[in-house]
């Protein structure tokens, strides 16, 4: 089991940054890759980003060169760094676990809301 807690969501205003952080516990010593979805009203959960274990990062058209993540191994958190933030970068963002074994796991998710 892997347990995955998200923070870091707010209100900001378009132009503005924000980063989003996912803290991994549990049995996590088989993870293939961690990464961020999100999900607006009305929409399907996209990917947004994400890095698997060999470092090697992907990103959604929409969000490239304005997001990054990256990842502290040591406290096992996943970061999304989010910058020139849109209004339709409004969602509800969820951190994602996969494991070498087809296991998969979600945050609870956490809101990002930009201001027009």
């Known amino acids: 089991q892997v347990h995955l807690v998200e923070s870091g969501g707010g209100l900001v205003q378009t132009g503005g940054s924000l980063r989003l952080s996912c803290a991994a516990s549990?049995?996590?010593?088989?993870?293939?890759?961690m990464g961020w979805y999100r999900q607006a009203p009305g929409k399907q959960r996209e990917l947004v980003a994400s890095?698997?274990?060999?470092?090697?990062?992907n990103y959604a058209p929409s969000v490239k060169g304005r997001f990054t993540i990256s990842r502290d191994n040591a406290k096992n958190t996943v970061y999304l760094e989010m910058n020139s933030l849109k209004p339709e970068d409004t969602a509800v963002y969820y951190c994602?676990?996969?494991?070498?074994?087809?296991?998969?796991?979600w945050g609870q998710g956490t809101q990002v809301t930009v201001s027009s």
């Open positions: 994602h676990y996969s494991s070498r074994y087809g296991d998969a796991y």
């Open positions: 890095i698997a274990s060999s470092g090697t990062t």
């Open positions: 549990g049995n996590i010593f088989s993870i293939n890759s």
